[in-house]
């Protein structure tokens, strides 16, 4: 009796072909890593590039938070004083402070010099340098969505906010603290000259009537001779 070529003892185990190596990789794989290369390096040059460039608004914010400090210390030093020598000491001139501490009107002055040298930095001078009142604030809201038009920048135009209405020194300080998240929320907020459109932060587009060209009338031909109109 033959033997039967279908049966199960003819059978063979299947071969399973050797893992293919991970190295060298496939050609493809060196043009991905190529232009991930690529990418990393961009993204990482744009992220050095603003780092350095948002270095004038670390430094402003560093500034803010001193000036706010030394207001705080000098509160911080009125309220240790003894009660009788505050009371016979009604002059600020006159009264105990730490060294570095600051009065409101000066504090005040300080944050208004410190906005102006920010904006001096990230914009033209001939673009802020001449600009006061109701048009530097207007300016500062436009490119930094802030609200000194609304009475804010007031204060700053007199280094005061209402520390001449009766107001003890803690409530004085309490109001110029709305005037420094002001400035704190322009110098975050604040569109960059390089990042700001054609038109100048500020300015108006010009809607009054333009000027045309003169246009000529059209030549008249009369006997074979060309003329102008008048």
């Not at 049966?7 to 043009?31: E, R």
């Not at 009371?87 to 906005?115: C, E, F, G, K, Y």
């Not at 006061?132 to 204060?155: I, Q, V």
């Not at 322009?186 to 569109?191: D, L, S, T, Y």
Request: with cysteine.
């Amino acid at each position: 009796m033959s033997a039967d070529p279908t049966g199960l003892d003819k059978l063979h185990d299947i071969l399973v072909p050797p893992p293919a190596p991970w190295w060298p990789p496939a050609p493809g794989w060196y043009w991905v890593l190529g232009l991930a290369a690529v990418i990393g390096a961009v993204l990482l040059w744009r992220a050095v590039a603003r780092w350095q460039r948002n270095h004038y608004r670390r430094e402003a914010l560093a500034e803010l938070a001193q000036i706010e400090a030394r207001i705080e210390a000098r509160l911080d030093a009125n309220s240790k004083a003894p009660v009788d020598a505050r009371i016979i000491a009604s002059d600020t001139q006159t009264r105990t402070h730490a060294p570095d501490a600051l009065s409101p009107d000066a504090a005040l002055a300080a944050m208004a010099v410190l906005l102006k040298r920010t904006a001096l930095t990230a914009y033209a001078r001939e673009q802020v340098a001449s600009l006061t009142g109701p048009a530097w604030f207007a300016f500062l809201d436009n490119t930094g969505g802030t609200r000194f038009s609304d009475g804010l920048g007031a204060a700053l135009a007199r280094a005061n906010y209402h520390c001449d209405s009766g107001l003890g020194e803690r409530a004085a300080s309490e109001c110029i603290a709305d005037v420094a998240d002001e400035i704190r929320r322009w110098i975050v907020q604040h569109r960059a000259y390089d990042q700001a459109s054609a038109t100048e932060p500020g300015s108006e587009p010009t809607t009054g009537p333009t000027t045309r060209p003169a246009q000529t009338a059209p030549r008249k031909t009369t006997a074979g001779k060309t003329t102008e109109a008048a």
